[in-house]
């Protein structure tokens, strides 16, 4: 067995500036690690359940789009799923993003420059060490912050993949790049940009969106009025006191003004999943966990019909519009007895792990 000796990277599941993209490009999970015993080695565990031919010790990051960063003695390495070693190029650094879009961003331990390297560990180019960023591509742009000297607050703008700064440093708040535009704020006002930094459109008046477009939308709020804005920056309310928490693109998770049940809706406000639940979280495009008032989970259809029941005292979903990574794995048990389930609402693995990172 190949062996991986790691000390292991604790995993941010998303940035303080929003959510990332959908799915064309997220950051897709392909593997978790974990400890099968106690103060052993750990393993990697796939979506079909199977345990990897990988050992670690300590700490290391789910493996996403076939790469992983682990921290060790020196600092971060960046591993390609199979391989002992790290990626030629991207070893002992400061710190480390995440591969996305064929690119990740880094910061060697002599200089701190921000440096972005391709996934054969070549460095793309460089920029000031002053800058901070998000950890990750999408749709070709790289969200990049200095702090302002004299108001301390971070003025947010967007290089591409060739390094070119073409959304100027100068917003208050900038989310991620997905369908060939971002949301941004600059003095309280919001406003869709394109990749080369043009305004697209004026957001209608509102005060707050929840980050990027997702099949044309994006959630936005107007007052004490919840609802979407389009591409044009037309905002629409919902016509009902909901509470959005979620969004995908063609249904949104919602709870009432109690916050206390919890249900989906679609994109014109209609009733996918009534108003009756604990919780609801998305698994899959069209699929949701949810839970009962006695406890018991649920996975549902998008026609609230039953699929299957996971009597476990916690289960937990990968796979939301505002987590920071995607991808179908439903975590399902208790501390040091977890288990992995499929679509169909069953264990995909007989031995149980210990611990999930």
């Not at 000796?5 to 940035?15: K, Q, S």
């Not at 992983?68 to 990626?87: A, I, L």
Request: net charge negative.
């Amino acid at each position: 067995m190949r062996k991986y000796i790691f000390l292991l990277l604790a995993v941010a599941v998303c940035i303080g500036l929003g959510a990332c993209s959908d799915r064309s490009s997220r950051l897709e999970i392909e593997y978790l690690p974990v400890r099968l015993e106690p103060g052993q080695t750990g393993t990697l565990v796939g979506s079909d359940g199977a345990y990897a031919d990988a050992e670690f010790k300590g700490f290391v990051s789910p493996v996403v789009n076939g790469f992983f960063t682990v921290k060790g003695k020196n600092g971060y390495d960046v591993y390609r799923y199979g391989q002992d070693k790290p990626v030629e190029g991207l070893s002992d650094l400061y710190r480390a993003g995440y591969m996305n879009d064929g690119l990740i961003p880094i910061r060697r331990r002599d200089g701190g420059e921000l440096e972005v390297a391709d996934d054969k560990g070549k460095v793309r180019f460089k920029m000031d060490s002053r800058l901070s960023s998000s950890e990750y591509f999408t749709d070709g742009m790289l969200l990049v912050g200095e702090v302002d000297r004299e108001s301390y607050q971070t003025r947010w703008g967007a290089v591409n993949s060739d390094g070119e700064l073409t959304v100027p440093m100068k917003y208050d708040k900038l989310y991620h790049f997905n369908e060939g535009c971002a949301s941004a704020s600059l003095d309280g006002k919001w406003m869709l940009l394109d990749c080369d930094g043009d305004v697209i459109a004026e957001l209608d008046g509102v005060d707050n969106v929840s980050g990027y477009m997702l099949e044309g939308r994006m959630v936005a709020f107007k007052g004490d009025q919840c609802g979407f804005c389009n591409r044009s920056g037309k905002f629409r309310p919902l016509g009902q006191p909901l509470n959005i928490l979620d969004f995908n693109g063609r249904y949104a998770i919602v709870n009432d003004a109690s916050k206390q049940a919890y249900g989906v809706i679609d994109t014109e406000g209609e009733a996918v999943i009534p108003l009756k639940y604990k919780f609801v979280q998305f698994y899959g495009s069209d699929r949701f966990l949810a839970q009962r008032s006695d406890g018991v989970f649920l996975l549902l259809d998008s026609d609230d019909s039953q699929l299957a029941e996971i009597h476990e005292k916690g289960v937990h979903s990968f796979n939301g519009s505002t987590m920071f990574f995607s991808g179908d794995f439903l975590v399902a048990g208790e501390p040091g007895c977890y288990y992995l389930y499929g679509a169909d609402g069953r264990r995909l693995n007989d031995t149980p792990f210990y611990q999930l990172y």
